[in-house]
């Protein structure tokens, strides 16, 4: 029998009617004799009826009641019966199928499930069991309707985005899985090549190179839904393997590309939500960002600015706070006012938030209320009447106001700052829920520059057109929430520009040779001005759906020690295979045995 409908399809237009359900035994329950079923499907639950008084002629009660009892909850079932009405009082308004339920008149077990692990019915939060069981056994896990719901949101996402980029003239191509390194700033994840021992693929951090090439290839729009790899240390909310919306155009500048990201989210917005997206997005430059609000992924759904008190502080008597101007360090101030959070905030509370600057790599945490007109705390004696001007004037103090000053060498005081900028947003309840705020970050630096070493790592990667005498790069992020959805830029398309900043990173002509002399090549072809953008999918839709972590967006994602838990992969693999791979003599070649250390 083939099903005639699916379980959330029923509704009291369809009483009457001879149907064929087939679905999962979600759960069952016995009222003397009369049992009930709620079956469920991708689509929904509808309500089965097993009523022995209420039988069409000739049905044989008692074999369909034994073959009842064998549909344990989670077994495959079909169901043939006759749609009516729920008795008065009895309908489900969770369901779509709520005013109706399906008498059985004859039933069979397709499948039969052993007791799961854990319940899936809708429940409250805190009845699931902890996630690696939810990931062992993913495929139930999946049957939930909050993962059902996130798996189609995602599908509806990517085939929004892929229809307004067909629309919009980009060419969907492959890009390879096996290849060469393609740094993005994390390990790659290698596979050892059987028929070149001792040789290696990489698999892609990200498809960068590979679409660049088809610029210089004449494609002219290129879009990839794209797997991409790193091997990362999973402090974050990351995945060894994650997804990525990835896109290059030719003959554009840093705005084409933005322009068109904001129509492809308002079009798959108005798909989602049947809303307007407001665009364009707001823009802020590196610089405002870091010293406005402490982040280079500021949450800009909320207020609380940096405050910059450095001038303030350029003549002072106050030891710790002269050495840092002198050093060339920066002094920022929190202005938490009185009416939202001056009064809330307690001598403790100030406490626990000086212990957490600590956390957040500050050097100290200083504050000062505003009483009787004056800034006050134990360090305002070595203030002169100038540092307290300054500071009245720089924060806009007034009566009741808690400052919050922090200080340091640039960097580090502002991310803290931005930390505890976080924070208190979060302690305060600064931050709106349900409201999305796009944002580019834009005016980036080329490189990030360490303070001590002087070394110079990639803002974003390598690849990225340089100006301001290789001070800025063509590059910008797309925030949202103060999350990075993904960084575009516009690219290198001169081999010896390309081969300059690989030598500022640090690179000597050999190595740059090695690693990247062929793709080097293919800019000397008459590589067009070009560039692209790459959106986190898992990252978006996480946000979208307000879910804690990507995985709950992830089929079937890694666990956070990157292990897969319904395969338990990583795994060893045979000496066989190994052998054939020749990955032992491979590494017994490379020991030095002659000077090894033999314990006696
Ligand atoms: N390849 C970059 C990334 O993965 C995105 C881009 O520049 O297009 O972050």
Same mark, same amino acid.
């Given at each position: ?148 719901? @996130?798996?189609? !949101? +995602? ?6 985005? &892929? #229809?307004?980029?067909?629309? %919009?003239?980009?060419? *969907? ?52 839904? @794209?797997?991409? !790899? +790193? ?6 909310? &990351? #995945?060894?393997?994650?997804? %990525?919306?990835?896109? *290059? ?64 502080? &350029? ?286």
């Amino acid at each position: 029998m083939r099903r005639t409908h699916t379980c959330g399809e029923l509704r009291s237009s369809d009483l009457g009617k001879e149907v064929c359900l087939q679905g999962w035994v979600r759960f069952s329950r016995d009222h003397g004799g009369v049992a009930f079923i709620d079956l469920a499907d991708r689509y929904g639950i509808t309500q089965i009826v097993f009523d022995p008084e209420d039988l069409p002629a000739g049905t044989d009660a008692q074999a369909l009641a034994d073959v009842m009892k064998s549909f344990t909850r989670e077994s495959a079932v079909s169901v043939n019966g006759i749609v009516r009405k729920r008795v008065e009082g009895t309908e489900d308004a969770r369901n779509n199928t709520g005013e109706v339920e399906v008498l059985i008149t004859s039933a069979e077990l397709l499948s039969k499930s052993e007791v799961p692990p854990f319940e899936l019915g809708d429940q409250k939060e805190g009845v699931l069991p902890s996630e690696d069981v939810r990931l062992e056994y993913r495929y139930l896990d999946l049957r939930r309707t909050e993962m059902i719901k @996130a798996i189609e !949101f +995602r599908s509806k996402f990517i085939h929004l985005a &892929r #229809q307004y980029l067909e629309s %919009q003239g980009f060419l *969907e191509i492959e890009t390879p899985m096996l290849a060469k390194s393609t740094p993005e700033g994390a390990r790659d994840y290698v596979v050892p090549s059987r028929v070149h021992p001792g040789t290696f693929y990489a698999l892609p951090q990200s498809p960068q190179l590979y679409k660049q090439m088809l610029m210089v290839a004449g494609m002219d729009r290129y879009y990839q839904v @794209a797997r991409c !790899f +790193r091997d990362e240390d999973s402090r974050k909310d &990351r #995945q060894p393997e994650f997804t %990525q919306l990835d896109m *290059e155009m030719s003959f554009v500048d840093e705005k084409d590309i933005q322009d068109n990201m904001e129509r492809m989210f308002a079009y798959i917005w108005k798909g989602l939500y049947g809303k307007d997206l407001q665009i364009p997005f707001p823009r802020i430059s590196y610089m405002e960002a870091m010293e406005r609000y402490g982040s280079d992924t500021p949450d800009l759904r909320y207020g609380l600015p940096l405050e910059k008190l450095t001038e303030a502080f &350029r003549e002072t008597n106050y030891g710790i706070l002269k050495n840092i101007v002198a050093e060339g360090g920066i002094i920022v101030g929190l202005n938490l006012k009185k009416d939202i959070a001056g009064e809330k905030i307690g001598r403790n509370d100030v406490d626990r938030y000086i212990s957490l600057a600590k956390k957040f790599g500050l050097g100290g945490l200083t504050w000062m209320r505003v009483e009787n007109g004056e800034v006050n705390s134990n360090i305002v004696k070595y203030f002169t009447e100038e540092n307290k001007a300054g500071i009245k004037k720089v924060m806009n103090a007034e009566e009741g106001d808690l400052i919050f000053v922090m200080a340091g060498p640039w960097k580090r005081t502002l991310e803290g700052a931005g930390l505890m900028r976080r924070q208190l947003a979060a302690d305060l309840g600064l931050v709106p829920e349900g409201t999305f705020q796009f944002h580019w970050l834009v005016d980036c630096p080329m490189f990030d520059v360490d303070p001590v070493s002087g070394k110079k790592d990639a803002f974003h990667h390598p690849f990225v057109l340089p100006y301001d005498n290789y001070n800025k790069g063509a590059c910008f992020d797309i925030l949202l929430n103060g999350n990075e959805l993904g960084s575009g830029s516009l690219r290198i398309n001169r081999p010896e520009v390309q081969r300059e900043v690989l030598h500022m990173l640090g690179m000597s002509d050999e190595r740059i040779e090695e690693n990247f002399g062929w793709f080097i090549k293919a800019l000397s072809y008459g590589a067009p001005p070009h560039g692209g953008i790459a959106i986190g999918v898992d990252r978006v839709i996480a946000i979208l759906l307000g879910k804690e972590t990507i995985r709950d967006t992830i089929a079937f994602p890694k666990n956070k020690k990157a292990e897969s838990l319904i395969d338990g992969s990583p795994d060893r693999i045979d000496d066989d295979k190994m052998e054939e791979l020749q990955l032992m003599s491979l590494a017994m070649d490379d020991m030095d045995f002659d000077n090894m250390d033999v314990e006696e």
